[in-house]
């Protein structure tokens, strides 16, 4: 659990700002909204398979990207 000390010469808002973000970075609330229903281990396989297929379609448009920037691969116009 995310803890914040909140020294006499910070303010209450800004205390509850870092506990806040704390929580977003740990990922505590992004859990609690999956854990909140049941999902069958089949459906947590196919929202796990697409998401890898996701980041690795998109890992490879940027590698693509990068590689044209560098001069090493041609965009050809189609005809």
Do not use: C, D
């Amino acid at each position: 659990m995310p803890e914040v000390i909140i020294n006499s010469s910070a303010s209450f808002e800004h205390g509850l700002k870092q506990f806040n973000k704390l929580v977003q970075q740990s990922g505590i609330l992004k859990e609690a909204r999956q854990r909140q229903y049941f999902e069958p281990p089949s459906v947590v396989r196919k929202r796990k398979a697409a998401t890898k297929l996701r980041k690795s379609l998109k890992a490879a448009r940027l590698e693509t990207g990068r590689q044209q920037k560098r001069g090493a691969v041609k965009r050809t116009k189609p005809s």
